[in-house]
């Protein structure tokens, strides 16, 4: 069975960083797409980062572009969200996914992943 556990989150204030770690097993890391996603309560669950593990290709929204970068340790089969310049708006649950990369059409769409970790936590203050 594939599992993915995200960690990292905590409470920030506006401005500051914080870095998610995502750790996959029970696949064959190097043929998934990877993706970190964030939800609020009563909104739908969005695409925030997404990676493609064999070519290394990344894709952003347009609202963290230039403030989170998402990265990978293919030896360590994990997945990074460097969050940088953190606003109050950016505070949701974050949660990690992956997907079988070969039929992705959409790395930010939710409903292309099939494996979800349970979630962490990122408070923005201002």
């Known amino acids: 069975q594939v599992q993915v556990v995200e960690s990292g989150g905590g409470v920030v204030q506006a401005g500051g960083s914080l870095r998610l770690s995502c750790t996959a097993s029970?696949?064959?890391?190097?043929?998934?797409?990877m993706g970190w996603f964030r939800r609020t309560p009563g909104k739908e669950r969005e695409g925030v980062a997404g990676?493609?593990?064999?070519?290394?290709?990344?894709y952003y929204d347009t609202s963290v572009k230039d403030r989170f970068t998402i990265s990978q340790d293919s030896a360590k089969h994990m997945v990074y969200l460097q969050m940088n310049n953190l606003k109050p708006e950016d505070t949701a649950m974050y949660y990690c996914?992956?997907?079988?990369?070969?039929?992705?059409?959409?790395?930010?769409?939710?409903?292309?992943?099939?494996?979800w970790g349970q979630g962490t936590q990122v408070t923005v203050s201002s």
């Open positions: 996914a992956a997907t079988r990369a070969w039929a992705v059409a959409d790395f930010l769409a939710a409903a292309e992943y099939n494996f």
């Open positions: 029970g696949l064959t890391f190097d043929e998934f797409a």
């Open positions: 990676i493609h593990i064999h070519d290394r290709k990344t």
